[in-house]
């Protein structure tokens, strides 16, 4: 039988029978048609929520297909059974037969919108360009180490191997300390960072496999955010559980992607054939539950890293399914929530710094390494340029000495030299006094460098009586 003019249910489930034992592919239909194809996936989805048909497995280049129930068998039998079970679909389609798609039937968060999106995202292959950019960005971020270890004359081996903790700082790591001298940034950056070969290579193929299929499903802008939230929950969970540790690496944001492709399964489940929930959640749930033995029994993987991206990534399926699929005030729920997301992980993390005792240890350590920054700063700023004009002084003054002592007359040149030396010098002094007075308002809360400042003034004044006496010396 070809393909019915027109695209009624009755015409539709007696072209199913025909087909059987093959199923209807609605892609294979033929120019000749009179209707839109988007009127016979309107009608199919009818039939399907009013039980009449039943979707079949998904068949690449093929798309969707469809076949008779029993009791769609039974409708052809019987017209009663066919108009009672389309009267059973809760308004969605009226007694009598409706030929044409309605507008309401492709307004966003109608079921038909719902189910023919899902549909769609499976069959509209896409490049991936979201997971290649990843890609490159992650192994391009190691590659930066490599370099980094080259010039600073670390051991390529060991950068390699298991990474080297000064450059996996430079390149973006993080670690408690961090966040208390305030560099939040890390949070993100160390989603890029990876101890050793082994662990982006790793993290690398597990984001080459599952990246096209969810950025497929996602969409490249939701599937791009659930990786960098997931990656900052992930990161979150890991700093607030051990903060001691130093952390890096995109587990989380894998953890993440994994639990979002599960999520939007289970989620759309009622638009897609059993047969392909199967196929696509069996090897999820048995990936991921050898990830949780994986996490738990091995003592150098952050467990609460994958957990908490994990749960993140299944919170944004929720959060996204409900954004792209909910009619208008569960949609604006949604943004509300995906909007609030980040401000409350980050919000978190600086509550429970305020009232985890553990971070106390991070900020003793923390105004220890301020005050030796203090400390060294200070003698670049004012001990070493004190004892640049000692040295000048000291072999000036013999210099002086010489003069005047071949020479008690005083050349007027002689005795000029000498004054714009002792210009120069006060010049210098001018600067250290300067910064002086800065740095007694910088360090006013710390008596050990309050004492320091007040050395060099004192060392500062008396340099300067020893100039007037050399002006006065001259002056004779």
Same mark, same amino acid.
């Given at each position: 039988?070809?393909?019915?003019?027109?695209?009624?249910?009755?015409?539709?489930?007696?072209?199913?029978?025909?087909?059987?034992?093959?199923?209807?592919?609605?892609?294979?239909?033929?120019?000749?048609?009179?209707?839109?194809?988007?009127?016979?996936?309107?009608?199919?989805?009818?039939?399907?929520?009013?039980?009449?048909?039943?979707?079949?497995?998904?068949?690449?280049?093929?798309?969707?297909?469809?076949?008779?129930?029993?009791?769609?068998?039974?409708?052809?039998?019987?017209?009663?059974?066919?108009?009672?079970?389309?009267?059973?679909?809760?308004?969605?389609?009226?007694?009598?037969?409706?030929?044409?798609?309605?507008?309401?039937?492709?307004?966003?968060?109608?079921?038909?919108?719902?189910?023919?999106?899902?549909?769609?995202?499976?069959?509209?292959?896409?490049?991936?360009?979201?997971?290649?950019?990843?890609?490159?960005?992650?192994?391009?971020?190691? $590659?930066? !180490?490599?370099? &980094? =270890?080259?010039?600073?004359? +670390?051991? *390529? %081996? #060991?950068?390699?191997?298991?990474?080297?903790?000064?450059?996996?700082?430079?390149?973006?790591?993080l670690n408690g300390?961090?966040?208390?001298?305030?560099?939040?940034?890390?949070?993100?950056?160390?989603?890029?960072?990876?101890?050793?070969?082994?662990?982006?290579?790793?993290?690398m193929y597990a984001?080459?496999?599952?990246?096209?299929?969810?950025?497929?499903?996602?969409?490249?802008?939701?599937?791009?955010?659930?990786?960098?939230?997931?990656?900052?929950?992930?990161?979150?969970?890991?700093?607030?559980?051990?903060?001691?540790?130093?952390?890096?690496?995109?587990?989380?944001? $894998?953890? !993440?992607?994994? &639990? =979002?492709?599960?999520?939007? +399964?289970? *989620? %759309? #489940?009622?638009?897609?054939?059993?047969?392909?929930?199967?196929?696509?959640?069996?090897?999820?749930?048995?990936?991921?539950?050898?990830?949780?033995?994986?996490?738990?029994?091995?003592?150098?993987?952050?467990?609460?890293?994958?957990?908490?991206?994990?749960?993140?990534?299944?919170?944004?399926?929720?959060?996204?399914?409900?954004?792209?699929?909910?009619?208008?005030?569960?949609?604006?729920?949604?943004?509300?929530?995906?909007?609030?997301?980040?401000?409350?992980?980050?919000?978190?993390?600086?509550?429970?710094?305020?009232?985890?005792?553990?971070?106390?240890?991070?900020?003793?350590?923390?105004?220890?390494?301020?005050?030796?920054?203090?400390?060294?700063? *200070?003698?670049?700023?004012?001990?070493?340029?004190?004892?640049?004009?000692?040295?000048?002084?000291?072999?000036?003054?013999?210099?002086?000495?010489?003069?005047?002592?071949?020479?008690?007359?005083?050349?007027?040149?002689?005795?000029?030299?000498?004054?714009?030396?002792?210009?120069?010098?006060?010049?210098?002094?001018?600067?250290?006094?300067?910064?002086?007075?800065?740095?007694?308002?910088?360090?006013?809360?710390?008596?050990?460098?309050?004492?320091?400042?007040?050395?060099?003034?004192?060392?500062?004044?008396?340099?300067?009586?020893?100039?007037?006496?050399?002006d006065e010396q001259?002056?004779?």
């Amino acid at each position: 039988m070809s393909a019915p003019t027109v695209f009624d249910p009755e015409s539709v489930l007696q072209w199913c029978a025909a087909r059987s034992p093959s199923p209807l592919y609605p892609s294979e239909v033929g120019p000749e048609r009179t209707e839109p194809r988007e009127t016979l996936d309107r009608v199919l989805n009818d039939l399907r929520l009013a039980g009449l048909v039943e979707m079949t497995d998904w068949v690449r280049e093929r798309g969707q297909g469809y076949r008779l129930t029993l009791l769609g068998r039974e409708a052809l039998d019987n017209p009663r059974i066919l108009h009672r079970a389309l009267r059973t679909m809760a308004g969605r389609m009226a007694t009598g037969p409706r030929h044409g798609l309605q507008a309401e039937d492709l307004a966003d968060g109608t079921t038909y919108a719902h189910h023919e999106a899902v549909r769609q995202a499976l069959l509209q292959i896409r490049s991936p360009l979201v997971t290649r950019g990843l890609l490159i960005l992650n192994i391009g971020v190691f $590659l930066v !180490g490599m370099l &980094l =270890a080259v010039q600073e004359q +670390v051991p *390529l %081996n #060991r950068y390699v191997g298991r990474g080297d903790p000064s450059i996996l700082r430079k390149i973006g790591a993080l670690n408690g300390l961090d966040l208390i001298s305030g560099n939040w940034w890390r949070l993100v950056t160390c989603c890029f960072v990876h101890i050793g070969l082994l662990h982006l290579a790793v993290n690398m193929y597990a984001l080459y496999v599952l990246g096209p299929l969810s950025e497929q499903v996602w969409g490249r802008g939701r599937f791009l955010l659930i990786y960098a939230l997931s990656g900052l929950g992930g990161a979150v969970t890991a700093i607030l559980w051990k903060p001691f540790s130093g952390l890096a690496g995109a587990s989380g944001a $894998l953890w !993440g992607i994994q &639990l =979002a492709l599960i999520g939007w +399964v289970y *989620l %759309n #489940r009622s638009a897609l054939p059993p047969g392909l929930i199967q196929n696509l959640m069996q090897p999820l749930i048995q990936v991921l539950l050898l990830n949780v033995l994986i996490s738990l029994a091995v003592p150098t993987i952050s467990a609460s890293a994958h957990f908490g991206g994990g749960a993140i990534g299944f919170l944004l399926a929720v959060l996204l399914n409900a954004q792209q699929f909910s009619r208008s005030r569960q949609r604006k729920m949604a943004w509300g929530g995906l909007l609030a997301l980040p401000l409350l992980l980050v919000g978190t993390t600086w509550q429970v710094m305020q009232i985890d005792p553990r971070w106390d240890e991070f900020r003793q350590v923390e105004r220890g390494l301020e005050r030796i920054r203090r400390l060294h700063a *200070l003698g670049e700023e004012i001990v070493l340029p004190l004892e640049e004009v000692r040295m000048q002084l000291r072999k000036q003054d013999a210099q002086w000495l010489r003069w005047f002592a071949s020479d008690p007359a005083k050349d007027p040149a002689t005795v000029e030299t000498a004054r714009q030396q002792i210009a120069s010098v006060r010049q210098q002094l001018a600067a250290v006094g300067l910064k002086l007075r800065e740095w007694n308002q910088r360090v006013a809360d710390d008596e050990g460098l309050l004492s320091i400042v007040a050395a060099g003034e004192i060392y500062l004044q008396a340099t300067e009586a020893f100039l007037k006496q050399a002006d006065e010396q001259l002056a004779l």
